[in-house]
């Protein structure tokens, strides 16, 4: 059984960095892609960034671009989201996501293992 663990969220200010990690185990962590998504109060979820098996290839919404990165550490099974710049707008649940492919994919339903989330509250 895949198990994802995020860690990391809190509440910030406006111009503020956040790091969030998620642990995984329950499967060879460094066989997957893994995707960070997040669910804002009252609106659908959104893919936020993706990394490949490797690390050679990520993916980022245009909303977080030049201010989120995605990194992993196969040799401990973590994947991280480094949010530097964070806008009000970015407050959300963040939830780490990985499914059956190497390459990354920004769609949630290509998603089949989900971790709890954790939340990040940005303030103005």
């Known amino acids: 059984q895949v198990q994802l663990v995020e860690s990391g969220g809190g509440l910030v200010q406006a111009g503020d960095s956040l790091r969030l990690s998620c642990a995984a185990s329950?499967?060879?962590?460094?066989?997957?892609?893994m995707d960070w998504f997040r669910q804002a109060p009252g609106k659908e979820r959104e893919f936020v960034a993706g990394?490949?098996?490797?690390?050679?290839?990520?993916d980022y919404a245009d909303s977080v671009k030049g201010r989120f990165t995605i990194s992993r550490d196969n040799s401990n099974n973590r994947v991280y989201l480094q949010m530097n710049s964070l806008k009000p707008e970015d407050t959300a649940v963040y939830y780490c996501?990985?499914?059956?492919?190497?390459?990354?994919?920004?769609?949630?339903?290509?998603?089949?293992?989900w971790g709890k989330g954790t939340l990040v509250t940005v303030s103005s």
């Open positions: 990394i490949s098996w490797k690390g050679g290839t990520t």
């Open positions: 996501a990985t499914g059956r492919g190497r390459v990354v994919t920004t769609k949630g339903d290509d998603m089949d293992f």
């Open positions: 329950g499967r060879t962590f460094s066989n997957y892609a």
